[in-house]
């Protein structure tokens, strides 16, 4: 049976990608706007709510991080 940290991860898009991004470089993600931001567009594109994005942010803004 899955925790409810399990559930809020497969159910919310920016608790996921702030998981990943713990597994992955092996620190917290912090509480940045922009990416709380991007991530709620991105589970609106895949909610298709949304048909079109564009993305422009700095380098290493975790753009690519996110949207893969």
Known sequence: MASQA???????????????????????LGPQPYVSHLC???????RSETTRLIINLPPRHLKSFVCT
């Open 6 to 28: 399990d559930a809020l991860i497969r159910s919310d898009f920016e608790s996921f990608t702030k998981k990943c991004f713990r597994s992955t470089h092996g620190e917290l």
């Open 40 to 46: 709620s567009e991105i589970a609106a594109l895949d």
